[in-house]
């Protein structure tokens, strides 16, 4: 009786892991250039200080080359920040001056985004419905948007190392959070990868996305290129 317990507990445990793997199959919803809209989420000088998780040269680079990757796509943006006349301060100078034309929504005080009715109408004047955000902190900023969205019917995509928080150990319970709400954990790679789907979309211009914040790449790059240009002479 035990032999058998045992394989069909584990019977039922195996389908139980195969049904769940085939629903996440069938629920892959893949980012769209034609559907996505990027949210950056109090990108502020301020809280940028609170940052522990990551380096701050590498948590800079990562922040400025999702704003390229938005530009290199053509895909709408919204700018968010709260209180900027407190400790959270300005959005970064750098962030800001990429998108001029942007819609920017200072927010007096909400600390999550989605309560603002300015925010929530901003990104509804996108007519997109992937949102990709990234912002500070992950566990309030990013996490909060992200599940009010999620809850509002988008399909949410958080770039997750342009997110950034205190320690490793809350940006891990905010992504088992915001994984359990259903969203979509994505670096930034993956987002810019996903988004193009086929080198021959533009291989140049990713290749140039890539190696102006990724200095491996760019020497990947240098090295492929300087190879073509000898075997050409």
């Known amino acids: 009786m035990r032999i058998t317990y ?5 019977l039922v445990g195996f389908l139980s892991i195969a049904s769940y793997a085939s629903a996440a199959i069938e629920d892959y919803n893949r980012l769209n250039i034609s559907e996505a809209a990027v949210l950056f989420i109090d990108h502020q000088v301020g809280l940028f200080n609170l940052v ?7 948590f800079k680079n990562t922040i400025l080359a999702v ?23 300005p959005m970064m100078p750098e962030l800001k001056a990429k998108f ?9 005080g909400q600390i ?16 997109k419905k992937q949102l990709i955000i990234s912002g500070i902190v992950t566990d309030v900023c990013v996490t909060f948007v992200s599940l009010s969205a999620k809850a509002a019917g988008y399909e949410v995509f958080v770039v997750t190392d342009a997110s950034g928080t205190f320690n490793e150990a809350i940006r891990d319970a905010s992504w088992l959070r915001m994984e359990a709400g259903g969203i979509q954990l994505m670096n930034w790679f993956a987002v ?7 080198w ?16 491996n790449y760019k020497a990947f790059m240098d ?4 190879a073509v240009a000898s075997a050409k002479k």
């Open 6 to 10: 045992n394989f069909a507990t584990a």
């Open 52 to 58: 522990q998780d990551t380096s701050p040269d590498s």
């Open 67 to 89: 704003g390229d990757t938005a530009k290199f796509f053509d895909l709408k943006v919204v700018l968010t920040t709260s209180r900027e006349d407190g400790p959270n301060g």
């Open 100 to 108: 001029p034309n942007a819609p920017y929504v200072a927010r007096p």
């Open 112 to 127: 999550n985004a989605w309560d603002d009715p300015e925010f929530v109408k901003a990104v509804e004047a996108t007519g």
């Open 192 to 198: 810019a990868c996903e988004l193009a789907r086929d």
């Open 200 to 215: 021959r979309m533009d291989l140049e211009g990713l290749a140039n996305l890539f190696g102006s914040h990724m200095p």
């Open 223 to 226: 090295g492929y290129n300087g």
